[in-house]
């Protein structure tokens, strides 16, 4: 029941909390419940659908791509996308 990444994490698209490179898979840090029914992986960012339809997301943000209301700062854990 543990969402897990590994690999590049300098714009925190690992979702562990961390900037730093990942070998082994690191668990996800969420506050809703993640059991993921989806998930879309980029280089750079990542979106997950949670257990009650909410939409996730953590990574790069510089031009709001994350879908958060007026933020573009990277996400280093999963956050909520409002208006799902």
């Given at each position: 029941?543990?969402?897990?990444?590994?690999?590049?994490?300098?714009?925190?698209?690992?979702?562990?909390?961390?900037?730093?490179?990942q070998?082994?898979?690191?668990?996800?840090?969420?506050?809703?419940?993640?059991?993921?029914?989806?998930?879309?992986?980029?280089?750079?960012?990542?979106?997950?659908?949670?257990?009650?339809?909410?939409?996730?997301?953590?990574?790069?943000n510089?031009?709001?791509?994350?879908?958060?209301?007026?933020?573009?700062?990277?996400?280093?854990?999963?956050?909520?996308?409002?208006?799902?």
């Open positions: 029941g543990t969402m897990v990444c590994t690999g590049f994490n300098e714009y925190g698209q690992l979702g562990d909390g961390l900037q730093s490179n070998r082994v898979p690191v668990g996800v840090l969420a506050t809703v419940d993640i059991s993921a029914m989806a998930s879309g992986v980029g280089s750079k960012s990542n979106l997950a659908l949670g257990a009650n339809n909410e939409v996730l997301a953590w990574g790069l510089s031009d709001g791509q994350l879908g958060l209301d007026n933020e573009t700062t990277p996400q280093l854990a999963l956050s909520l996308v409002s208006g799902f």
